[in-house]
């Protein structure tokens, strides 16, 4: 006996990323239903060998569903996923807007699975950041270890994290630059986002941070420990598919590297690619559309008493988003529904 699975949000990349992987890992789906707004109404979208047409968001009945996994904006979950809620099928939220809501756990299957009973309180779990996921499934075995006192991550985020208008516009400028005659200013992007980099995603904050990095800090304490001490520089940059992050930790006890590669090598859903040659390291192109975490350029910091630096990437559609959703479906029903 399976489960009742609706995605909503189907049509976008994230959303049919969803789609993917639950056939991909062979989730104990009995139905399934794909979700979009009126404008997409109709559109076909895959699971597996089958194809789905998709149904109204807003006239959907989610009563006698099981699990909703939502890949649509803040605005339109705050409208949808309490009613949802309300009828018992449990929300696994990819927005924003619950993260920060003590009465909603912030799950990383790999970090924090036990958290994931909490989920009661609401009906509604919600899934970190894509920047942050990667992170903390990175930080944590070495947390348990040595415990961490202080990160500091500068990030490097492919486009397919502003979504399709994001990929689609470092396409077309791409396209531009070759083609003088054809002129693409930025829309989605501050700047020109072709053969360039912006230190700068989402919203300003009043003390010069960025939302995106603050989410990093926020999230990474309530995920692992309110004691970490965290400061993110989050950049853009013209990559489609793909983040990557420069990690430098500081800890309380000495860790060494070659112990530290070690407990990495060992810790679920980690990869660790780190040869000290010409190519012996993980780079965005290789990593997408894999399910792993890659850590690779794993160093001592000798300017502090007890720090590391490492090289962390990771597809940012899958662990930083779809893939992660999916993962906490599969812990809830390990865990709390157990069919399937």
């Known amino acids: 006996m ?24 062979q ?18 979208v895959s699971f597996g060998d089958q194809t789905i047409i998709t149904k109204d968001l807003e006239t959907f009945d989610f ?16 409208a949808f996923a309490p009613k949802a809620a309300a009828k018992g099928c449990i929300v696994i939220d990819n927005s924003s807007l619950y993260r920060y809501d003590p009465n909603v756990p912030l799950i990383v299957p790999e970090v924090n699975a036990e958290a994931i009973t909490e989920y009661s309180k609401k009906n509604i779990i919600a ?6 996921a990667q992170m ?20 490097y985020q492919s486009v397919s994290g502003a979504g399709k208008e994001g990929m689609d516009e470092l396409w077309d400028q791409t396209k531009s630059i070759y083609n003088p005659v054809t002129d693409v200013p930025p829309t989605k992007f501050t700047k020109q986002i072709a053969f360039n ?23 990474t304490k309530k995920i692992i420990d309110t004691s970490i001490k965290v400061t993110a520089t989050c950049v ?15 800890f309380e006890d000495f860790l060494d590297e070659d112990e530290a590669r070690d407990i990495l090598r060992e810790a679920p859903g980690v990869m660790v690619i780190d040869k000290r040659d010409d190519g012996g390291y993980v780079t965005p192109i290789e990593c997408a559309g894999d399910y792993a975490t890659f850590i690779s350029r ?40 157990k069919k399937g």
């Open 63 to 78: 009563e006698g569903w099981d699990i909703a996994l939502f890949a649509i904006g803040s605005d339109a979950t705050k």
């Open 236 to 250: 853009r940059v013209p990559v489609f598919v793909g983040h990557s992050e420069a990690i430098n930790i500081e």
């Open 2 to 25: 399976g489960y009742k699975v609706v995605v909503v949000g189907a049509t976008g990349n994230v959303g049919r990323e969803m789609l993917t992987i639950l056939s991909e890992r």
């Open 298 to 337: 794993l160093r001592q910091d000798s300017t502090i008493e007890n720090g590391l630096n490492l090289w962390c990437v990771s597809d940012n559609l899958r662990k930083g988003a779809a893939l992660n959703a999916v993962q906490i479906a599969e812990t809830l029903g390990q865990r709390v529904l």
């Open 136 to 155: 903390v499934v990175a930080l944590k075995p070495l947390h348990d270890r040595a415990r961490i006192k202080r990160v500091v991550v500068s990030t």
């Open 197 to 219: 980099v912006i230190p700068h995603i989402d919203k300003f904050l009043d003390d010069g941070s960025t939302k995106e990095e603050w989410k990093m800090v926020a999230e």
């Open 127 to 132: 899934n970190p950041n894509c920047s942050t």
């Open 27 to 44: 989730f104990p789906v009995d139905e399934i239903a794909a979700l979009a707004s009126r404008r997409s109404l109709g559109t076909e």
